[in-house]
Protein backbone atom coordinates (compact mmCIF):
# COMPACT_ATOMS: atom_id res chain seq x y z
CA UNK A 1 0.00 0.00 0.00
CA UNK A 2 2.66 2.44 0.94
CA UNK A 3 4.45 1.63 -2.18
CA UNK A 4 1.15 2.12 -4.27
CA UNK A 5 1.38 5.85 -2.59
CA UNK A 6 4.20 6.98 -3.47
CA UNK A 7 3.91 6.06 -6.77
CA UNK A 8 0.88 8.20 -6.94
CA UNK A 9 2.61 11.02 -6.00
CA UNK A 10 5.49 10.41 -8.04
CA UNK A 11 5.14 13.18 -10.67
CA UNK A 12 5.16 15.92 -8.16
CA UNK A 13 8.62 17.80 -7.62
CA UNK A 14 10.83 15.19 -5.91
CA UNK A 15 13.81 16.76 -3.46
CA UNK A 16 16.58 15.13 -5.02
CA UNK A 17 17.83 14.16 -1.73
CA UNK A 18 15.00 11.41 -1.23
CA UNK A 19 16.06 8.33 -1.82
CA UNK A 20 13.62 5.99 -3.92
CA UNK A 21 11.51 4.04 -2.19
CA UNK A 22 13.02 -0.03 -2.10
CA UNK A 23 11.32 -2.64 -4.02
CA UNK A 24 8.30 -4.41 -2.73
CA UNK A 25 9.33 -7.69 -1.50
CA UNK A 26 7.84 -10.56 -3.47
CA UNK A 27 5.97 -12.49 -1.24
CA UNK A 28 6.92 -16.03 -0.86
CA UNK A 29 4.33 -18.92 -2.16
CA UNK A 30 4.79 -22.45 -1.25
CA UNK A 31 4.25 -23.99 -4.62
CA UNK A 32 5.57 -27.39 -4.94
CA UNK A 33 6.01 -27.62 -0.68
CA UNK A 34 4.55 -30.75 0.91
CA UNK A 35 4.13 -28.58 4.02
CA UNK A 36 2.73 -31.34 6.07
CA UNK A 37 5.61 -33.73 5.54
CA UNK A 38 8.34 -30.49 6.10
CA UNK A 39 6.28 -29.91 9.25
CA UNK A 40 6.90 -34.09 10.09
CA UNK A 41 10.52 -33.56 8.95
CA UNK A 42 11.09 -30.76 11.32
CA UNK A 43 9.90 -32.34 14.70
CA UNK A 44 11.79 -35.55 13.28
CA UNK A 45 14.63 -33.65 12.84
CA UNK A 46 14.45 -31.82 16.42
CA UNK A 47 13.68 -34.41 18.26
CA UNK A 48 17.44 -35.57 16.82
CA UNK A 49 19.34 -32.64 18.55
CA UNK A 50 19.78 -33.58 21.95
CA UNK A 51 23.32 -33.71 23.75
CA UNK A 52 24.35 -37.34 22.81
CA UNK A 53 25.54 -36.00 19.50
CA UNK A 54 28.26 -33.64 20.65
CA UNK A 55 28.68 -36.19 23.75
CA UNK A 56 29.37 -39.20 22.00
CA UNK A 57 31.57 -37.00 19.19
CA UNK A 58 33.79 -36.22 21.81
CA UNK A 59 34.06 -39.23 23.45
CA UNK A 60 34.56 -40.95 20.10
CA UNK A 61 37.09 -39.04 18.93
CA UNK A 62 39.61 -38.75 22.38
CA UNK A 63 38.85 -42.61 22.67
CA UNK A 64 40.53 -43.18 19.47
CA UNK A 65 42.38 -39.94 18.10
CA UNK A 66 44.05 -38.81 21.51
CA UNK A 67 47.61 -39.27 21.95
CA UNK A 68 49.81 -39.28 24.66
CA UNK A 69 49.71 -35.38 25.68
CA UNK A 70 47.72 -34.34 22.77
CA UNK A 71 45.26 -33.48 24.31
CA UNK A 72 45.79 -32.27 27.63
CA UNK A 73 43.29 -33.55 30.09
CA UNK A 74 42.67 -31.60 33.19
CA UNK A 75 40.97 -33.05 36.10
CA UNK A 76 38.17 -30.06 37.05
CA UNK A 77 37.95 -26.95 34.12
CA UNK A 78 41.01 -25.97 32.57
CA UNK A 79 43.09 -22.62 33.42
CA UNK A 80 41.23 -19.27 32.42
CA UNK A 81 37.87 -20.66 31.46
CA UNK A 82 34.66 -19.79 33.28
CA UNK A 83 33.58 -23.47 33.17
CA UNK A 84 32.28 -26.28 36.24
CA UNK A 85 33.18 -29.53 34.80
CA UNK A 86 34.63 -32.67 36.85
CA UNK A 87 37.05 -33.52 33.82
CA UNK A 88 38.25 -31.69 30.84
CA UNK A 89 40.52 -31.51 27.89
CA UNK A 90 41.99 -28.42 26.23
CA UNK A 91 45.31 -27.96 24.08
CA UNK A 92 46.54 -26.77 20.87
CA UNK A 93 48.15 -29.38 19.66
CA UNK A 94 48.66 -31.78 16.33
CA UNK A 95 49.64 -35.36 16.37
CA UNK A 96 52.34 -36.32 14.22
CA UNK A 97 49.45 -38.10 12.08
CA UNK A 98 48.01 -35.06 11.40
CA UNK A 99 45.56 -34.97 13.76
CA UNK A 100 44.54 -31.74 15.39
CA UNK A 101 42.77 -30.48 18.88
CA UNK A 102 41.77 -26.99 19.52
CA UNK A 103 40.04 -25.39 22.42
CA UNK A 104 38.58 -27.22 25.13
CA UNK A 105 35.35 -29.34 26.15
CA UNK A 106 34.69 -29.97 29.58
CA UNK A 107 32.01 -32.92 30.95
CA UNK A 108 30.94 -34.57 34.06
CA UNK A 109 28.22 -37.27 34.31
CA UNK A 110 26.62 -39.27 37.15
CA UNK A 111 24.73 -42.36 36.94
CA UNK A 112 23.03 -45.04 39.62
CA UNK A 113 21.14 -47.73 39.66
CA UNK A 114 18.72 -49.67 42.51
CA UNK A 115 17.07 -52.46 42.23
CA UNK A 116 16.65 -55.76 40.23
CA UNK A 117 14.41 -55.03 36.44
CA UNK A 118 13.51 -58.77 37.10
CA UNK A 119 11.73 -58.36 40.46
CA UNK A 120 8.52 -56.80 41.32
CA UNK A 121 10.10 -53.64 42.40
CA UNK A 122 12.24 -53.03 39.51
CA UNK A 123 14.85 -51.22 38.85
CA UNK A 124 15.80 -47.62 38.98
CA UNK A 125 18.35 -45.97 36.71
CA UNK A 126 19.37 -42.07 36.62
CA UNK A 127 21.99 -40.86 34.76
CA UNK A 128 22.70 -37.36 34.02
CA UNK A 129 26.07 -35.47 31.87
CA UNK A 130 27.30 -32.23 30.90
CA UNK A 131 29.43 -30.95 28.06
CA UNK A 132 30.56 -27.20 27.71
CA UNK A 133 33.02 -25.63 25.83
CA UNK A 134 34.78 -24.51 22.61
CA UNK A 135 36.45 -27.31 20.99
CA UNK A 136 37.28 -29.34 17.94
CA UNK A 137 38.82 -32.34 16.31
CA UNK A 138 39.65 -32.74 13.34
CA UNK A 139 42.14 -33.38 10.26
CA UNK A 140 42.94 -31.50 7.06
CA UNK A 141 40.18 -33.17 5.75
CA UNK A 142 37.39 -31.85 8.20
CA UNK A 143 36.12 -31.88 11.52
CA UNK A 144 35.61 -35.24 13.66
CA UNK A 145 33.78 -33.15 15.83
CA UNK A 146 33.85 -29.35 17.23
CA UNK A 147 31.40 -28.18 20.09
CA UNK A 148 30.50 -24.35 20.73
CA UNK A 149 28.60 -23.92 23.78
CA UNK A 150 26.78 -26.11 26.61
CA UNK A 151 24.01 -28.92 27.32
CA UNK A 152 22.77 -31.25 29.58
CA UNK A 153 20.50 -34.19 29.49
CA UNK A 154 19.22 -36.69 32.35
CA UNK A 155 16.83 -40.01 32.10
CA UNK A 156 15.07 -41.89 34.51
CA UNK A 157 14.11 -45.19 34.01
CA UNK A 158 11.97 -47.92 35.64
CA UNK A 159 12.20 -51.52 34.90
CA UNK A 160 10.47 -53.82 36.26
CA UNK A 161 9.08 -57.44 34.63
CA UNK A 162 5.73 -56.24 32.11
CA UNK A 163 6.53 -52.61 33.09
CA UNK A 164 8.57 -50.11 31.66
CA UNK A 165 8.80 -46.07 32.08
CA UNK A 166 11.08 -43.61 31.20
CA UNK A 167 11.59 -39.68 31.28
CA UNK A 168 14.42 -38.51 28.88
CA UNK A 169 15.48 -34.38 28.66
CA UNK A 170 18.04 -32.99 26.95
CA UNK A 171 18.98 -29.17 26.40
CA UNK A 172 21.76 -28.12 24.23
CA UNK A 173 22.24 -24.38 23.31
CA UNK A 174 25.27 -24.12 21.18
CA UNK A 175 26.66 -25.30 17.56
CA UNK A 176 27.29 -28.96 16.54
CA UNK A 177 29.49 -29.82 13.90
CA UNK A 178 32.16 -33.39 12.92
CA UNK A 179 31.53 -36.44 11.45
CA UNK A 180 31.82 -38.09 15.11
CA UNK A 181 28.76 -35.48 16.45
CA UNK A 182 26.42 -35.66 13.78
CA UNK A 183 24.99 -37.18 10.72
CA UNK A 184 23.74 -33.54 9.12
CA UNK A 185 26.30 -32.42 6.51
CA UNK A 186 27.39 -29.34 7.58
CA UNK A 187 26.02 -29.53 11.63
CA UNK A 188 23.51 -28.05 13.27
CA UNK A 189 23.21 -24.85 16.19
CA UNK A 190 20.54 -24.96 18.55
CA UNK A 191 18.60 -23.99 21.92
CA UNK A 192 16.48 -26.79 21.88
CA UNK A 193 14.71 -28.11 24.88
CA UNK A 194 13.67 -32.04 24.94
CA UNK A 195 11.63 -33.64 27.16
CA UNK A 196 9.80 -36.54 26.59
CA UNK A 197 8.18 -39.61 28.38
CA UNK A 198 8.12 -42.99 27.47
CA UNK A 199 7.35 -46.52 28.30
CA UNK A 200 3.64 -46.78 29.65
CA UNK A 201 3.22 -43.06 28.43
CA UNK A 202 3.47 -41.33 25.00
CA UNK A 203 4.14 -37.48 25.78
CA UNK A 204 7.03 -35.09 24.20
CA UNK A 205 7.55 -31.43 24.52
CA UNK A 206 10.14 -29.52 21.96
CA UNK A 207 10.59 -25.81 22.75
CA UNK A 208 13.42 -23.78 21.22
CA UNK A 209 15.23 -23.41 17.51
CA UNK A 210 17.46 -25.16 15.44
CA UNK A 211 19.36 -23.59 12.34
CA UNK A 212 20.74 -25.81 10.02
CA UNK A 213 23.70 -24.20 7.57
CA UNK A 214 23.67 -26.97 4.78
CA UNK A 215 20.33 -28.99 5.30
CA UNK A 216 17.08 -27.66 3.62
CA UNK A 217 13.84 -29.43 4.70
CA UNK A 218 12.25 -29.83 1.13
CA UNK A 219 15.08 -27.93 -0.58
CA UNK A 220 13.82 -25.02 0.75
CA UNK A 221 13.73 -24.52 5.36
CA UNK A 222 17.31 -24.03 6.96
CA UNK A 223 15.46 -23.42 10.30
CA UNK A 224 13.00 -24.69 12.81
CA UNK A 225 11.54 -23.02 15.98
CA UNK A 226 8.73 -24.78 17.91
CA UNK A 227 6.79 -25.01 21.32
CA UNK A 228 4.41 -27.72 21.63
CA UNK A 229 3.30 -30.20 23.73
CA UNK A 230 2.09 -33.41 22.17
CA UNK A 231 0.59 -36.95 23.72
CA UNK A 232 0.65 -40.18 21.67
CA UNK A 233 -2.52 -42.97 22.45
CA UNK A 234 -0.28 -44.93 24.74
CA UNK A 235 -1.37 -43.98 28.14
CA UNK A 236 -3.72 -40.77 26.90
CA UNK A 237 -6.78 -40.40 28.82
CA UNK A 238 -10.20 -39.51 27.11
CA UNK A 239 -9.44 -35.66 27.69
CA UNK A 240 -6.02 -35.93 26.30
CA UNK A 241 -6.03 -34.91 22.41
CA UNK A 242 -3.47 -36.88 20.41
CA UNK A 243 -4.49 -35.97 16.96
CA UNK A 244 -2.29 -32.46 16.87
CA UNK A 245 -0.01 -30.99 19.64
CA UNK A 246 -0.53 -27.99 21.81
CA UNK A 247 1.48 -25.23 20.37
CA UNK A 248 3.06 -24.44 17.31
CA UNK A 249 5.86 -25.00 15.22
CA UNK A 250 7.50 -22.80 12.80
CA UNK A 251 9.57 -23.26 9.71
CA UNK A 252 11.99 -20.81 8.20
CA UNK A 253 13.08 -20.58 4.55
CA UNK A 254 16.47 -19.31 3.10
CA UNK A 255 14.76 -15.97 2.48
CA UNK A 256 14.30 -15.82 6.14
CA UNK A 257 10.27 -15.94 5.88
CA UNK A 258 8.74 -17.69 9.01
CA UNK A 259 5.39 -19.95 8.50
CA UNK A 260 4.35 -20.90 11.58
CA UNK A 261 1.84 -23.70 11.93
CA UNK A 262 -0.44 -23.15 15.09
CA UNK A 263 -2.22 -25.54 16.88
CA UNK A 264 -4.04 -25.44 19.98
CA UNK A 265 -3.27 -23.18 22.51
CA UNK A 266 -0.33 -24.77 24.98
CA UNK A 267 -2.02 -23.56 28.16
CA UNK A 268 -5.46 -23.94 29.64
CA UNK A 269 -7.01 -20.85 28.91
CA UNK A 270 -8.01 -21.37 25.26
CA UNK A 271 -8.38 -18.96 23.00
CA UNK A 272 -12.19 -17.62 21.23
CA UNK A 273 -11.24 -18.75 18.24
CA UNK A 274 -12.23 -22.12 17.34
CA UNK A 275 -9.36 -22.93 14.42
CA UNK A 276 -7.38 -22.93 17.66
CA UNK A 277 -9.30 -25.06 20.24
CA UNK A 278 -10.50 -27.98 17.97
CA UNK A 279 -8.72 -30.95 18.61
CA UNK A 280 -8.59 -31.98 14.70
CA UNK A 281 -4.56 -32.81 13.94
CA UNK A 282 -5.17 -29.26 12.02
CA UNK A 283 -3.37 -25.88 12.42
CA UNK A 284 -3.64 -22.43 10.92
CA UNK A 285 -0.57 -21.68 8.85
CA UNK A 286 0.48 -17.86 9.01
CA UNK A 287 3.52 -16.15 7.24
CA UNK A 288 4.90 -14.31 10.43
CA UNK A 289 5.57 -10.75 10.46
CA UNK A 290 3.72 -10.34 7.30
CA UNK A 291 0.68 -8.02 6.99
CA UNK A 292 -1.05 -9.86 4.47
CA UNK A 293 -1.86 -12.47 3.43
CA UNK A 294 -1.42 -13.63 6.74
CA UNK A 295 -3.69 -16.75 6.94
CA UNK A 296 -2.05 -19.42 4.69
CA UNK A 297 -5.10 -21.70 5.31
CA UNK A 298 -5.74 -24.64 7.51
CA UNK A 299 -2.68 -27.71 7.18
CA UNK A 300 -3.32 -31.16 8.84
CA UNK A 301 -0.57 -33.69 9.57
CA UNK A 302 -0.36 -36.33 11.89
CA UNK A 303 3.17 -36.18 14.10
CA UNK A 304 2.17 -39.50 15.81
CA UNK A 305 4.75 -41.88 14.20
CA UNK A 306 7.43 -39.07 16.17
CA UNK A 307 6.84 -41.82 19.37
CA UNK A 308 8.41 -44.33 17.11
CA UNK A 309 11.56 -42.69 17.13
CA UNK A 310 12.03 -41.60 20.30
CA UNK A 311 14.53 -43.80 21.87
CA UNK A 312 16.45 -42.80 25.36
CA UNK A 313 19.98 -42.71 25.14
CA UNK A 314 21.55 -45.55 26.81
CA UNK A 315 22.49 -45.28 30.52
CA UNK A 316 26.15 -46.50 30.38
CA UNK A 317 26.43 -43.86 27.30
CA UNK A 318 26.63 -41.22 30.26
CA UNK A 319 29.64 -42.82 31.42
CA UNK A 320 33.28 -41.30 30.55
CA UNK A 321 35.79 -41.35 32.86
CA UNK A 322 39.29 -40.20 33.35
CA UNK A 323 40.42 -44.10 32.95
CA UNK A 324 38.80 -44.64 29.54
CA UNK A 325 40.70 -41.43 27.97
CA UNK A 326 44.11 -43.03 28.24
CA UNK A 327 46.16 -42.90 25.00
CA UNK A 328 46.78 -46.20 23.31
CA UNK B 1 -3.98 -8.71 10.84
CA UNK B 2 -5.25 -12.36 12.00
CA UNK B 3 -2.68 -12.00 14.96
CA UNK B 4 -3.25 -9.04 15.96
CA UNK B 5 -6.68 -9.72 16.31
CA UNK B 6 -6.19 -13.23 17.83
CA UNK B 7 -4.20 -11.19 20.50
CA UNK B 8 -7.29 -8.85 21.31
CA UNK B 9 -9.94 -11.87 21.52
CA UNK B 10 -7.76 -14.15 23.75
CA UNK B 11 -8.59 -13.94 27.74
CA UNK B 12 -7.16 -11.41 29.45
CA UNK B 13 -4.59 -13.92 31.50
CA UNK B 14 -3.71 -16.14 28.25
CA UNK B 15 0.13 -16.92 26.83
CA UNK B 16 -0.04 -14.81 23.94
CA UNK B 17 3.40 -15.33 24.09
CA UNK B 18 2.59 -18.90 23.39
CA UNK B 19 2.33 -17.64 19.91
CA UNK B 20 5.12 -17.29 17.57
CA UNK B 21 6.70 -13.80 17.41
CA UNK B 22 4.58 -11.35 15.15
CA UNK B 23 7.74 -9.62 13.66
CA UNK B 24 10.14 -11.03 11.68
CA UNK B 25 12.99 -9.14 13.28
CA UNK B 26 12.62 -11.08 15.95
CA UNK B 27 13.96 -14.32 14.47
CA UNK B 28 15.49 -16.10 16.87
CA UNK B 29 17.59 -18.07 14.60
CA UNK B 30 20.78 -16.94 14.62
CA UNK B 31 22.33 -17.69 11.45
CA UNK B 32 25.35 -16.05 11.25
CA UNK B 33 28.09 -18.45 10.43
CA UNK B 34 29.13 -20.91 12.72
CA UNK B 35 32.15 -20.15 15.43
CA UNK B 36 33.45 -23.43 16.21
CA UNK B 37 37.32 -24.23 14.40
CA UNK B 38 37.82 -25.93 11.47
CA UNK B 39 41.68 -26.48 12.21
CA UNK B 40 44.85 -25.16 13.34
CA UNK B 41 46.02 -21.76 11.21
CA UNK B 42 49.07 -21.09 12.55
CA UNK B 43 50.74 -24.72 12.62
CA UNK B 44 51.44 -27.31 15.04
CA UNK B 45 51.65 -25.51 18.48
CA UNK B 46 51.50 -27.83 22.00
CA UNK B 47 50.09 -25.86 24.66
CA UNK B 48 51.14 -27.32 28.43
CA UNK B 49 49.46 -27.29 31.39
CA UNK B 50 51.03 -25.40 34.25
CA UNK B 51 50.51 -27.74 36.86
CA UNK B 52 50.48 -31.20 36.25
CA UNK B 53 48.89 -34.07 38.66
CA UNK B 54 50.07 -37.70 38.79
CA UNK B 55 46.87 -39.80 39.82
CA UNK B 56 48.62 -43.47 41.10
CA UNK B 57 46.72 -46.51 42.40
CA UNK B 58 48.42 -49.21 43.50
CA UNK B 59 47.51 -52.45 44.92
CA UNK B 60 46.92 -55.94 45.80
CA UNK B 61 44.51 -59.11 46.40
CA UNK B 62 45.53 -62.25 48.31
CA UNK B 63 42.95 -65.03 46.80
CA UNK B 64 42.01 -67.49 48.96
CA UNK B 65 42.47 -70.80 49.02
CA UNK B 66 45.62 -70.56 47.55
CA UNK B 67 45.38 -72.61 44.18
CA UNK B 68 41.52 -71.91 44.11
CA UNK B 69 38.70 -71.86 42.98
CA UNK B 70 39.34 -68.42 44.61
CA UNK B 71 36.14 -67.82 48.01
CA UNK B 72 37.51 -64.33 49.65
CA UNK B 73 39.86 -61.70 49.24
CA UNK B 74 42.05 -59.72 51.45
CA UNK B 75 44.41 -56.53 50.24
CA UNK B 76 45.22 -53.02 49.99
CA UNK B 77 44.70 -50.08 47.96
CA UNK B 78 46.95 -46.66 47.86
CA UNK B 79 46.09 -43.65 45.98
CA UNK B 80 48.59 -40.76 45.60
CA UNK B 81 48.00 -37.71 44.21
CA UNK B 82 50.73 -35.56 43.30
CA UNK B 83 51.39 -32.75 42.22
CA UNK B 84 54.09 -30.86 39.94
CA UNK B 85 56.29 -33.70 41.15
CA UNK B 86 56.38 -33.79 44.67
CA UNK B 87 56.62 -37.35 45.44
CA UNK B 88 57.60 -36.38 49.13
CA UNK B 89 54.48 -34.30 49.93
CA UNK B 90 51.28 -35.95 47.95
CA UNK B 91 48.57 -33.79 48.34
CA UNK B 92 46.71 -36.39 48.73
CA UNK B 93 47.29 -39.97 50.06
CA UNK B 94 44.72 -42.65 50.49
CA UNK B 95 44.88 -45.98 52.22
CA UNK B 96 42.10 -48.51 51.85
CA UNK B 97 41.95 -52.09 53.13
CA UNK B 98 39.96 -54.61 51.23
CA UNK B 99 38.33 -57.69 51.63
CA UNK B 100 36.02 -59.41 48.96
CA UNK B 101 33.21 -62.22 48.34
CA UNK B 102 32.92 -64.18 44.82
CA UNK B 103 30.19 -62.23 42.87
CA UNK B 104 28.67 -64.78 40.77
CA UNK B 105 27.45 -62.40 37.70
CA UNK B 106 30.61 -61.41 36.21
CA UNK B 107 32.46 -60.12 33.46
CA UNK B 108 32.15 -61.96 29.92
CA UNK B 109 35.34 -64.05 29.88
CA UNK B 110 36.59 -63.13 33.51
CA UNK B 111 38.26 -65.70 35.02
CA UNK B 112 36.47 -64.20 38.48
CA UNK B 113 34.89 -61.58 39.79
CA UNK B 114 34.43 -60.39 43.57
CA UNK B 115 32.83 -57.73 45.56
CA UNK B 116 35.14 -55.28 46.94
CA UNK B 117 34.68 -53.87 50.36
CA UNK B 118 36.52 -50.58 50.68
CA UNK B 119 37.65 -49.71 53.93
CA UNK B 120 39.59 -45.94 55.01
CA UNK B 121 42.77 -46.70 57.03
CA UNK B 122 44.42 -43.57 56.33
CA UNK B 123 44.11 -40.38 54.38
CA UNK B 124 40.80 -37.59 53.58
CA UNK B 125 39.07 -38.05 50.40
CA UNK B 126 38.18 -34.59 50.56
CA UNK B 127 41.78 -33.65 49.82
CA UNK B 128 41.55 -35.53 46.00
CA UNK B 129 40.86 -34.45 42.83
CA UNK B 130 40.22 -37.35 41.19
CA UNK B 131 36.06 -37.90 40.66
CA UNK B 132 36.08 -41.66 40.54
CA UNK B 133 37.55 -42.53 43.86
CA UNK B 134 36.13 -45.77 45.05
CA UNK B 135 33.11 -46.53 46.37
CA UNK B 136 32.35 -48.67 49.69
CA UNK B 137 31.92 -50.89 47.38
CA UNK B 138 32.50 -51.93 44.14
CA UNK B 139 32.46 -54.92 41.99
CA UNK B 140 35.79 -55.99 39.49
CA UNK B 141 36.25 -59.11 37.31
CA UNK B 142 39.60 -60.11 36.39
CA UNK B 143 40.85 -61.05 32.98
CA UNK B 144 44.33 -61.16 31.89
CA UNK B 145 45.80 -58.52 31.66
CA UNK B 146 43.52 -56.08 33.17
CA UNK B 147 40.86 -56.08 36.37
CA UNK B 148 37.39 -54.59 35.24
CA UNK B 149 35.12 -52.51 37.18
CA UNK B 150 31.81 -52.90 36.80
CA UNK B 151 30.72 -49.26 36.70
CA UNK B 152 28.61 -48.35 39.53
CA UNK B 153 27.23 -51.87 38.86
CA UNK B 154 25.79 -51.26 35.70
CA UNK B 155 26.97 -53.81 34.08
CA UNK B 156 29.51 -51.58 31.61
CA UNK B 157 32.53 -53.41 32.82
CA UNK B 158 35.37 -50.68 32.31
CA UNK B 159 39.53 -52.06 32.32
CA UNK B 160 40.15 -50.01 35.42
CA UNK B 161 43.73 -51.39 36.33
CA UNK B 162 46.33 -53.31 34.66
CA UNK B 163 46.66 -56.94 36.64
CA UNK B 164 49.19 -59.66 36.70
CA UNK B 165 48.16 -62.72 38.77
CA UNK B 166 51.26 -64.68 40.33
CA UNK B 167 51.11 -67.34 43.17
CA UNK B 168 47.52 -66.43 44.03
CA UNK B 169 48.24 -62.45 44.49
CA UNK B 170 46.77 -59.84 42.00
CA UNK B 171 49.01 -56.89 41.48
CA UNK B 172 47.38 -54.25 40.02
CA UNK B 173 47.89 -50.31 38.97
CA UNK B 174 46.78 -47.42 37.36
CA UNK B 175 48.65 -43.96 36.47
CA UNK B 176 47.67 -40.83 34.54
CA UNK B 177 48.68 -37.64 34.83
CA UNK B 178 46.76 -34.89 34.51
CA UNK B 179 46.31 -31.22 34.24
CA UNK B 180 45.17 -29.17 37.30
CA UNK B 181 44.09 -25.41 37.31
CA UNK B 182 45.66 -24.11 40.48
CA UNK B 183 44.60 -20.47 42.33
CA UNK B 184 47.70 -19.01 42.37
CA UNK B 185 48.02 -17.05 45.91
CA UNK B 186 48.84 -13.47 45.32
Not at chain 1, 39 to 56: I, N, Y
Not at chain 1, 191 to 196: A, E, F
Not at chain 1, 287 to 308: H, K, M, N, W, Y
Amino acid sequence: MIFLLLACVSEEPVDSDTPAPAPELPLPDLDGIDLPTAVQEALSLAVGLSLGSPWSGNVTSLTTLAREGCPDFYVGSPPDVDMEAELSWADTCRTSGGLFFDGYLGWDHSLSLEGDPAEAAGQTVEATRRLGGNGSIGDDNGLFVGFDGEGEEAIYQVTAPGYSHWTWSSLVQGTVEGSNATPLTGGWRSDLYLYSIGGDAEHLEVRGNAYFPELRIQDRFDSVAMDLVLDGALGATSETCTLEPAGWIGLRDEQAFWYDLVFMPLNDDGYIDDPYTSCDGCGQLFLRGVEAPVDLGTVCVDLSSIFAELAPPDPEDFVYTLHQTEAP
Amino acid sequence: MLLLLLACTAPEDSAISELPPEESADIPVDSTPFVVDSGIEDGPTDTVPTHSLLLRHEGFWLLTPLGGPYRAITGELLIQEILDGDEEVPVCSLRYALTGTPETEGCAGCDFSFRVTHYLAEGDPELCQEPDLPGEQEVFGWKEPNLYLNYAESGLWLAWYEATLEDDELSFSWEQTVGLTVEEEE
